[in-house]
């Protein structure tokens, strides 16, 4: 199985830029198509797609989030951080069966 | 909009099962995947396996391949998962997702406690 490795939790100051880190145990990558996507999830919420493949910003979601990275290292980046970001934030493979998830980071704020 | 409707609350035995279910709205209900996640409280998610509404189609997570079975009514736009022989660890909040590759779209999750 590919395991995801993400910090646990990220302290952050409101209206500072926030860096969550994914890193994958192999590839996600297919050719050029990054296969690593990211979710939030608000206490009590069920997760919402961010971005997908990588550096794709969801349906309705602020511009203030993004995506970058390939292969085994991938970032989430939230600027300026807002009041409402505070949540956790998972990435999630799609390369290969079964697919995984990290294990989150949580975001607070200082 | 896309919605998913998912059923309510579980209490169930240990060694009973429990079948949940996803009422899928807002879209063609064969055109996407249905994913089920589990997700223990307060701890990471879990893919379960996801079910090809259009073919009946099904792929397990090697974990739960025992446990789970991914079903689907076309007429009602409804994915069912079954989860059999249910222990404490079972106890978590299990989630449906459509999905065009990644999880595009959430239902709220239903919440199973296993307990005697």
Known sequence: ?110 | QVKLLQSGAALVKPGDSVKMSCKASGYTFTDYIIHWVKQSHGKSLEWIGYINPYSGGTNYNEKFKSKATLTVDKSSSTAYMEFSRLTSEDSAIYYCASSTGYFDFWGPGTMVTVSS
Not at chain 1, 48 to 71: T, V, W
Request: proline fraction near 5%; charged fraction near 15%; hydrophobic fraction near 35%.
């Open chain 1, 1 to 110: 199985d590919i395991v995801l490795t993400q910090s646990p939790v990220l302290a952050v100051s409101l209206g500072q830029r926030a860096t969550i880190s994914c890193r994958a145990s192999q590839s996600v990558s297919i050719s050029s198509i990054n296969l690593m996507h990211w979710y939030q999830q608000k206490p009590g919420q069920q997760p919402k797609l961010l971005i997908y493949r990588a550096s794709n910003l969801a349906s309705g979601i602020p511009a203030r989030f993004s995506g970058s990275g390939s292969g085994t290292d991938f970032t989430l980046t939230i600027d300026p951080v807002q009041a409402d970001d505070i949540a956790a934030y998972y990435c999630q493979q799609s390369r290969e069966s079964p697919l995984t998830f990290g294990s989150g980071t949580k975001l607070e704020i200082k």
